[in-house]
T-cell receptor, first 117, second 114 residues
Framework: GAVVSQHPSWVICKSGTSVKIECRSL??????MFWYRQFPKQSLMLMAT?????????EQGVEKDKFLINHASLTLSTLTVTSAHPEDSSFYIC?????????????FGPGTRLTVT | QQQVKQSPQSLIVQKGGISIINCAYE??????FPWYQQFPGKGPALLIA?????SEKKEGRFTISFNKSAKQFSLHIMDSQPGDSATYFC?????????????FGTGTRLTVIP
């Protein structure tokens, strides 16, 4: 199997607070995990690539200081939205990569719905 | 710049019919082409994937057709069912280095009418 979990599944927070989202690969080790953001009825937008034990690689336009990513182990990556504002409200999805070079597969978590009031 | 172009944007099919979704890409370094199915409020689920060494891959009612020379690939859903109603995303990546991310199409919203 290849199961990826996310916690929490949904969260409501007040403007100015920080929120942490966890992404776990439950039955495999993932040296690389990815964080996406998805707006309603739109495709997935890659925010950053997270490699275990090293700094995340952020996509152009994504604020590193606002979206803190930590990949402390082969099964856990976290995304912290710092000083959240209403415009940060979105569906955040992580994915974990399984396999070896030439045979990778990417599995997604169930997503986290963030609402900032 | 959209690395992977997907069409149609939406599709309505009668139960039992065939659903066909098409994707095209430009980057010849891409060598891994997955399709994902996403239900509202859920994360995408890997449905089926193909690598360019074959022209077709079938898993149950789902078939990927791949045309390397045309740089196109498509998803065929045979005997479409109302439970197949979801958004489908094609994607592509270069699979030789693990850090390379997936490039997604814009999605196709499929509705299967009973």
């Amino acid at each position: 199997g290849a199961v990826v979990s996310q916690h929490p599944s949904w969260v409501i927070c007040k403007s100015g607070t920080s929120v942490k989202i966890e992404c776990r690969s439950l039955d495999f080790q993932a040296t690389t995990m990815f964080w996406y953001r998805q707006f309603p009825k739109q495709s997935l937008m890659l925010m950053a690539t997270s490699n275990e034990g090293s700094k995340a690689t952020y996509e152009q336009g994504v604020e590193k200081d606002k979206f803190l990513i930590n990949h402390a182990s082969l099964t856990l990556s976290t995304l912290t939205v710092t000083s959240a504002h209403p415009e940060d409200s979105s569906f955040y999805i992580c994915s974990a990569q399984k396999g070896l070079a030439g045979a990778y597969e990417q599995y997604f978590g169930p997503g986290t719905r963030l609402t900032v009031t | 710049q959209q690395q992977v172009k997907q069409s149609p944007q939406s599709l309505i099919v009668q139960k039992g019919g065939i659903s066909i979704i098409n994707c095209a890409y430009e980057n010849t370094a891409f060598d891994y082409f997955p399709w994902y199915q996403q239900f509202p409020g859920k994360g995408p689920a890997l449905l089926i994937a193909i690598r360019p060494d074959v022209s077709e891959k079938k898993e149950g009612r789902f078939t990927i057709s791949f045309n390397k020379s045309a740089k196109q690939f498509s998803l065929h859903i045979m005997d479409s069912q109302p439970g197949d109603s979801a958004t489908y995303f094609c994607a592509a990546k270069s699979d030789q280095t693990g850090a390379n991310n997936l490039f997604f199409g814009t999605g196709t919203r499929l509705t299967v009418i009973p």
